[in-house]
Structure formats: structure tokens, C-alpha cells
């Protein structure tokens, strides 16, 4: 176990047992550390210690403990060579830690396959062959039984047979449906295995161990999680008794302390006397079992017995030998689940499992490491007010192979809770994109991903969240000197002096603007033209890398066009420091908008909704949705432009006089009246809403989007001081919601753009 002490043992035994030897070998000598769950003790968060005090601080000494195994403080043989792989389902601390730990990722990150019917196929003569074309799953030859059942399976490709269900928030009624789903589920297992039940297992006697396992049914589990609070669990167990019949809380509490709960005779009542409300488990079931086989193509589909067969299961088998087990670390808990058979002292004869068919109460223990065998049901009414991804993974143990069985798998939450699932699986399945692509030798280290809603991990203090959209409403506020005629001016008198144009009277004349809008990959390359001097921020740099993390998951989906999304200039000098609000930024965020209009992309929210994620989202109808852009040239109080190539379009430009400062506009959007009526004008922002004799819609907040469905702007502003010799351009982008949305998570002290 990782325990300091622990592995301070083992430090010692290695020097004076192992070292020694080693050291006197004429050839190398290899060490394999493996650290199983590597997310949990292994973890050093650097941030965090920099305040302690080295001698008597509160220093973490588990990761230390662990390096010191082949880094001691007297030094290993020069012949010996470690190394250390960490293995975890959650890496997200992992992959956040600062590389002060010993125990952080350096040289190889890999993410391991799942057995289901997609994915690149395994060649069996190779199985290891890491140059092989990878995905986080492969076609499994054997079928739908060796399935892996995780969140593809739970929050996505099993929606239609309801593998997850809401509950109402009323702990009695989402309890009761929850212990009658898992009952009836049990019967129609036992029915399916032919074996005898959990009742009748009780009293058998075996001759050895393998006829204990295989004389009766498989295990046959579910799982309580009310709250963290271990006096939660206690109470829970008390409700699951006092529902089935038992007549009081303390008759319940004096039947788990016995360690043989058992659901009482009383139950039977329940069945006999409400009928309709156990018999539609099995028709859900079955509609289930319809659309788990459709979804799996499956071929041979496994029986139901008829509602009769059922009650009687229920009556003489499933109920009687049903058993209800506190799990946590309290004293007066159970031990851990027994699913193995046990050795009879007293007659050296085998028994059946204890755990044949059992509901376990548990938090936090069943988190990491505890496996339930033959899970079906879950009731999660566990919530948090800073959930974290990782952790609520972890809890997540429904998961497993459970493909013979699925389609009676049920997962009962909140509504908002299994959002929280979908997206830790929607995120955790980008960070796998991201490792095989990183691994195929074409991609940057992965990114750790987030929700607006969540964290990715409790372990690393004082995490960041940075977006990938530019917000509503960016304003490049770079803009050139026009001591020289600016190309940016020359690049907007293309867009207009090729296309009709009308003024915008709202009023008085408030501007120009094109009769026909650009298209998101137009509106892109337009961005991407625009020449500020001295600004060159090539292609290496945090953004530019930030922006290689996307593109590598939408190329394992589809390939992208070269150059990619992110084509700011190079530079062949020292390149700038990127900006905050880059145009260039802007125009991939619209070429990436535009590519996953076809790619359902894993790990990106939409904007404006960000509980919305993208890979679930209906394509067709963001291709509908998708934006037009505007092109806009906002008047200001200045003088007509007269000098350029401006002034020769057929309408007469007056500049806006705009303050700059070392190169910046010093205010963004121009005109802002919150309290404008019909009629009157609301702001820049919405420059192409009056042309288009549209609604201004009401927009909440500084950062609020346009609506999904509506189209964006972009708005010029002929900026032209008193003395300056030639007008320059600022620019402003307006964008409604409905896009592509990520939150990466940055680590304390990393330089964030």
C-alpha cells in the first residue's frame, strides 16, 4: 500500500538486499515500479508546498517515498535502470502537476483500449505494436458478453434503452423504484443462468471451490450512494429495510449489526398487493433489451421469463436472499463485498458467496479500487457544490463488463448529475483522442479539459480555466500607425468595392454596410489577411500549441485542410508576444466552428450553453444554425476619409477619432444605449440588426451572446487622428451562441493567454 512507512521498508529491503547484488553484476539490471491508481497518493502538488517549511512542514512524503526506491539518498548501482509507469482511469492531476514531483509524466504518455464493436481493430499477432492506427476502443471478435460497458456505453450509444434514469428528488419514491429495478433484474438473471439463487445458495455445501462458484448464480449487486457523510450510509441501509417492511429504525439498525440483513417475507406483500409497479420493470426491460440489440447489432438476444415466472423468483429465490451491506470506514460497517466462495471450518466443505445478491450502502470507499460484481442498479443521490471530474469518475462504478447484462443496468441520479456524467465522459474520451494522437507522433502533449460547471481535480490548488472562444463580442484593438497607408484599409475597400452596400440610417446615418455577409471560412481568411506592424506572433507560442490540441482530435475524426486552423504570420526575427484578443485567434475559432459542423468533436461545449456538448448535438441543425457574417463600416464624427484608397469608394467614409495608445485603440465598441426603445439605436453590436430590419434581441451582461441562430459581425472603424496621415483600421467581431466551446485547465502559475 502507499503508505510512507511501507515504502520506506521497502527502500530499506531493496538497499540491503537487492542493491548490493545488483551492484555486483557485470551486466544492467532493470527495476519495473508499478504504481497502481498513481492519480491518488502519487500526486505532488509543488504550488501547494512552496509555502511549507522544508525541516517541519507539511510536506508530502508519498511521491518522495516512491522515487526513493531507485533515487535514494545513497545512490543506486550505476547498473541499475528503472522505470516507473503510473496507471490511472483519472490522470487529470497527473497531467496538471508541476514537474517538481519526480513521479510527473516525462517521457511517455499511452492510453490503454477497450474491448466493443468500433474502433481500429487489434492485430492478435501483435498486440502491443504502438505504431498500429489506435482508438480508445477496438472491435471486440467474441461479441456483446466481452464488452466494456463505461460512459459510450451509459451516457451515449445506451440512451435510447434508458440506461440512465432521472430521478424526481422524492428520496422515498426514487428509492422505491430504484430497490424494485434491481429485484426484478436479479430474477431475470437468475431465470437466464438456470442456477440456483441466492436463497437456496445459503444452505448448499460444496466440494470443493469451483463447484461453489459455478453450482449457482453469478453475484448480483447494487449500489446506494446517498452522501459522502458515513452516517448517510446507516440511515440509507435503515431505508432500504424499513421500505421492504421491517417495522422500525431500530429493528433495522439491530439487523446490520447482525452483518445478515436480509430483506424480510413483508416484502412479498409489496408485489401481491401493487403488481403494476414490479411487472413494468420488466416490460422496460425488454424495450431495453429491443434497443440495446438494434444499437449492438446483436444477434442472439438473451430470454425474458414471463411476469409469472418473475414473481415467483422474486418470492422464493431473489428477496429472501437479498442482503443489505453498510460499506465505509466505520467500525460497525461490513467488511469489504465477499463474491468468492469461503471454506467451511466446521465441515471443510465450500459455501456459496456471501454477496450472491446484495445492495451495498457506500461513499467515498467505493471510489477507487472496489469492483462490484454482477452491478446493476445504481442509486446516485450524492451531490456536490464544486464537483470534480476526476473524483465523480472514480464513483462512477456501474462501469465494467457487464455486456451480457446490460440492457438491466440502470443508473439513477439527478437530471443535472447525469449531465455531469455525460460531460466527464465527453471530456475524459477528448483527453484519450488527445493521447493517441500525441502518441502517433502528431500532436502536442494533451490538454486536461473542464466545464464551466466543474473542475477536472481537487488535487492541484488554484486551477484556471481558459476558453477557447473569444467571447461574444472581441475587438482587435491592435491598429497601425497610418504614417503609411494601412493594407488593412486596402483589404476592407476589397470587400466593398466588389459587392452592393447601403447605408445604415437608424435615425442618421450611422455607417455602411454590405447587402450580402461572408461565410464562416470567409470571414476567417478575411481575419487572417489583416498586417499589423511589428505584430508576428508565428505559430510558437502557448496559443498556437493551444490550438494544435484541438486540431489534433478534429483530424482523428476527419482530416483537416492544411494549414489548419491557427495561420498567424511567421516571422523570420524574433516573433511578438501574442495578445489576448488576437485576430488571428478569432479566425480559428470560425475555422473550427466551420470544421465541426461535421465532426462531432469530443470535449467542446457549445457557447451560451456550456451544460450543451457539442458531440451530442444535432449537426444537421448546427448546420442550419450556423452564422453569416456581416461586414459593417461604422461613421464616426471625424473628417471624410480623403486619402487612400478609402476615399474612392462610392461613399464618403467619416472616420472615427479613437484615442491609440502604444498601438492600441484605447476604447473597443463605439455607441452603447441599453435604454433605447424601437426605433432607436442600441449599440454597435448590433450594426447589422438594423439593416436587416430585424429584433435587437436582450442580451444580459457584458459577455452575453446573440442567440443561436443568428448571424455575426464584422464591424471597421476608420480610425483617423488630427495630423495623421492616413486613416488605419480597428475591428470588431460580434458573434452570436450556439459554437464550439472548451475550458482547458491551467495549473497555478502557468502563463496564461
Known sequence: MKHTDHLHTLGRALKTSVFEAISKLDRPAQMLVLDDEADDGSILDARVEAGQDLVSGNLKQVPRAIANLWEPAQPAPSNLFTTYIGYTATPQANLLQEDHNPLAPRDFIISL?????????????????????????????????????????????????????PITGNQDLDLAEALRAFLVAGAIRLHRSGMHGPRTAMNLLFDTEENAAIGVAAPHSMLLHPSATITDHFQGAEDVLLWAGVSDRSTARALLETGDARLPGSLLASITGEPAKWSAWLDLYERSAREIEAEFNILNPAPFPDWATTEVLLAEEVIPGTRVSVVNSDPGADDRPFFRPTLDSETGKWRAARDLSTIFVSGNVMARGLTLEGMTTALFQRSSANPLADTQMQMQRWFGYRGSYIELCRVFADPDQLDLFRAYHDIDEAVRVAVTEKMAGSAPDPVVLQGMSFLATGKIANLGRRPLSPGSKPFVKLINDGSRPDPNVQLMTNLFDTEPSSDLVVGHTRGRIRDTPLSLGEAADWLDSLDFAGYWPGRNHQVAEHWAQVEARLNAIQPLVPPGLYRAPLCAGVPSAVRSVCPYSIAAYLRLWDACLTRPVRGLFVS???????????????????????????????????????????????????????????????????SAGPGQYRGDEFFDYYHRGSSVPTLAGDSAWRPIGSDGLILFYVNQLPGQAHPALAVGVSLPAGGPEQFAATRAGAVTI
Not at 481493430?121 to 502491443?128: C, I, S, Y
Open 608 to 674: 451560451g450553453r456550456p451544460a450543451e456538448l457539442w458531440s451530442m448535438s444535432d449537426l444537421e441543425r448546427k448546420m442550419v444554425d450556423q452564422p453569416r457574417f456581416w461586414i459593417g463600416i461604422r461613421y464616426g464624427d471625424g473628417n471624410p476619409v480623403s486619402t487612400g484608397v478609402a476615399s474612392e469608394l462610392p461613399f464618403t467614409i467619416l472616420a472615427t477619432t479613437k484615442s491609440v495608445d502604444a498601438g492600441e485603440i484605447t476604447t473597443a465598441w463605439g455607441s452603447n444605449d441599453p
Open 113 to 165: 483500449r477497450t474491448p466493443l464493436d468500433v474502433g481500429n481493430p487489434v492485430d492478435p499477432t501483435n498486440p502491443g505494436d504502438l505504431d498500429a492506427p489506435r482508438s480508445s476502443t477496438y472491435p471486440e471478435p467474441e461479441g456483446s458478453h466481452s464488452f466494456y460497458t463505461g460512459g459510450e456505453v451509459f451516457y451515449r450509444r445506451g440512451a435510447r434503452a434508458a440506461l440512465c434514469q
